[in-house]
């Protein structure tokens, strides 16, 4: 079985301040880690992967998130937060041979102006 | 023209009702997927198909169903609609391919009254 946790339900922080999203994972073999982003009345939209290679992915509007086998985690974040990144965030994986992505719960991020 | 188009956009109908949401894409994708989501539930699978003769029963595929009429278009049913299924619908397509993410609509918000 496939699944991904994301313990917050929110996350505040300061336009500015550095933002980091938490998400870890639960797979039988190599995973393929996805992050998405949902604005107000949107559907969601794909900000970037890790398939193999480089643990640190760089995505869309500056985020970038960190691969670590070790503690099964692809924390997503952005050195300097924007009120734009408000959002509902959503953490996902599937593995090779699994034909569908097993998604997280979502986080809310509310950038404080 | 949007990749994903879902149809309608907001649908307000009353119990007992029947409803078909739609969806069609341009991207040429074999596999799509419908999803439902509540707040603080994240995303669950209705229901999902590889191709136009395979579909597949999700997570809370009950009191739904689904029609693959072509490649491009996937229909979901709501044969008798309750009020718990109150929700945000979203369509999904993705190529074949762990390493492949989803494309989503911009999602179907359907109230039953």
């Known amino acids: 079985a496939q699944s991904v946790a994301q313990p917050e339900d929110q996350v505040n922080v300061a336009e500015g301040n550095p933002l980091t999203v938490k998400c870890t994972y639960s797979v039988s073999g190599n995973p393929y880690l996805f992050w998405y982003v949902q604005y107000p009345n949107r559907g969601l939209q794909f900000l970037l992967k890790y398939i193999t290679g480089d643990n640190l992915v760089k995505g869309s509007y500056g985020f970038e998130a960190e691969f670590n086998k070790s503690q099964t985690s692809f924390h997503l974040k952005k050195p300097s937060a924007l009120v734009s990144d408000s959002a509902l965030y959503f953490c996902a994986v599937r593995t090779y041979g699994n034909n569908r992505l097993a998604f997280g719960k979502g986080n809310q991020v509310v950038v404080i102006p | 023209d949007a990749d994903v188009t879902q149809t309608p956009r907001n649908r307000i109908t009353k119990t007992g009702k029947r409803i078909m949401l739609e969806c069609s894409q341009t991207k040429g994708h074999d596999r799509m997927y419908w999803y439902r989501q509540d707040p603080g539930l994240g995303l669950q699978l209705i229901y999902y198909s590889f191709d136009v003769k395979d579909i597949n029963k999700g997570e809370i595929s009950d009191g739904y169903s689904v029609s693959r009429q072509a490649q491009a278009k996937f229909s979901l049913s709501l044969e008798s609609a309750i009020p718990n299924q109150t929700a945000l619908y979203f369509c999904?397509?993705?190529?074949?391919?762990?390493?492949?993410?989803?494309?989503f609509g911009s999602g179907t918000r359907l109230t039953v009254v």
């Open positions: 999904a397509t993705s190529d074949s391919g762990a390493n492949y993410g989803y494309t």
